[in-house]
Structures are given as structure tokens and as C-alpha cells.
């Protein structure tokens, strides 16, 4: 190998090597790991507040309603629970899973209840709506249970996972228009934003938990 080629290699290493270190600088964190972070109070000494961004996720998902059968409505005194799921832009969406689960504190998975199911893609000829709709039998509210909802794209990539308790009605999932215009719009909150705006903050906090809103340092 001769004298050129071996400069042209250590170049492009040290480059390769470069890019690689500012990439893992400025990756997208979740609100959660960031505030786990051990050295946050050292990355906010060299970031100040007002430069590290933050991502309020697209919602895929804009209601759930969860039709459950308890007391008279049991059938053969077995519950049975209907889900339907409504998409914000159904085009988007290859398929739904669900599954019910049961969550520690800190919004992990402790204990899964019913395996996770393909959701059916359903179509209402009154209204001309799209919607995903999936069954359960024998759950039980008394039990603390959530439903887990996955949503996988075109591309067959989780774009959203979101969790619902289980309790008859209808759950709304969807920012007001305002947050989801504003993100769409490609603009990117800051931390400043969220400390700053404590209303603002607990507004976001009510479609989106920790791990769903991301957060990057500058450097």
C-alpha cells in the first residue's frame, strides 16, 4: 500500500470517526432519559435550556373507544370487551396491534394480561370513516388493566405505541389542533418551553407520557 493511499485511508477514518462522536452527541432521547441522565446538570452547563430542542411525536391514533360488557351486558356471565380505534390519517397505517397489559408506576410493562392481537380494519358506511377494531374476553376493570395499542406504518415501522385504561367510553388521544398544527409545521419546542410554561407543559402531559416526548442536545 503506498504513502497516498495509507493518507487517503487515515482521512477518511478520522472523518468517519468525527461524524460517528457528533452523531451519538445530538441523538434524540426520550423526556425520561434525559432526566435520568447522571451527567444532565453538566450537559445543561455547555446546553443552555433554550438550545435543546424538543420533539412532540406525531399522533397516528385520534380516539379509542372501548365498549365493555359488565353486569347486564355480560353474555353467559362472560365479559366481553369491543375496541375501536380510530386513526387520525388512516392511509398511513398498515396494521394495529393491541394487547391488555398491567403497568408498574413508572409506565413499564409488569405483567401482560392478553397476548397481543391484530386489530381488523373495519369501515363505516354511515359516516364513510376507517376505523381498526379488536375483541377481548374475560377482562376485567376492577383489575387495573391497560390496552396497549402499537401502530406500525406503510413501511411496517412502530410509529406510535399508546396506552388506554380500560373503562367503558370513548378516549380522545389526539392533541388539540393547536400542538398538532404547530407540529406539523416542523417547528421543535425547547426545554426553556416546558419550564417556563408550566400550563403548556401539563397540556402536553395529557397526550403524551415521558418516553413519547423526545429531547436533543446541541452537542
Known amino acids: 500500500m503506498n504513502k497516498k493511499v495509507i493518507v487517503t485511508f487515515i482521512i477518511a477514518l478520522s472523518i468517519l470517526m468525527v461524524s460517528t462522536v457528533a452523531f451519538a452527541a445530538v441523538r434524540w432521547m426520550s423526556l425520561k432519559e434525559m432526566t435520568k441522565d447522571p451527567n444532565l446538570d453538566n450537559k445543561l452547563r455547555d446546553n443552555v435550556p433554550r438550545k435543546v430542542l424538543i420533539e412532540v411525536p406525531k399522533r397516528y391514533i385520534s380516539k379509542v373507544h372501548i365498549y365493555y360488557g359488565d353486569?347486564?351486558?355480560?353474555?353467559?356471565n362472560v365479559t366481553l370487551t369491543s375496541i375501536d380505534i380510530f386513526p387520525t390519517e388512516s392511509w398511513n397505517i398498515d396494521s394495529i396491534y393491541v394487547e391488555a397489559v398491567r403497568l408498574y408506576d413508572n409506565g413499564d410493562i409488569s405483567e401482560v394480561i392478553k397476548p397481543s392481537r391484530k386489530a381488523e380494519r373495519a369501515f363505516d358506511m354511515e359516516t364513510g370513516q376507517i376505523y381498526w377494531n379488536v375483541g377481548f374476553a374475560g377482562?376485567?376493570?376492577?383489575?387495573?388493566?391497560?390496552?396497549e395499542i402499537t401502530v406500525k406504518n406503510r413501511s411496517k415501522v412502530i410509529v406510535q405505541t399508546l396506552y388506554v385504561r380500560l373503562a367503558p367510553g370513548e378516549k380522545e388521544t389526539a392533541p388539540?389542533?393547536?400542538?398538532?398544527?404547530t407540529y406539523e409545521?416542523?417547528?421543535?419546542?425547547?426545554?426553556?418551553d416546558l419550564i417556563a410554561d408550566e400550563k403548556f407543559f401539563n397540556e402536553l402531559l395529557?397526550?403524551?407520557n415521558l418516553n413519547e416526548i423526545k429531547g436533543r442536545f446541541q452537542y
Open 71 to 76: 353486569k347486564g351486558n355480560k353474555i353467559d
Open 139 to 147: 377482562l376485567d376493570t376492577k383489575d387495573n388493566i391497560d390496552i
Open 176 to 181: 388539540k389542533e393547536s400542538l398538532e398544527s
Open 185 to 192: 409545521r416542523g417547528y421543535k419546542y425547547t426545554l426553556h
Open 206 to 208: 395529557k397526550w403524551y
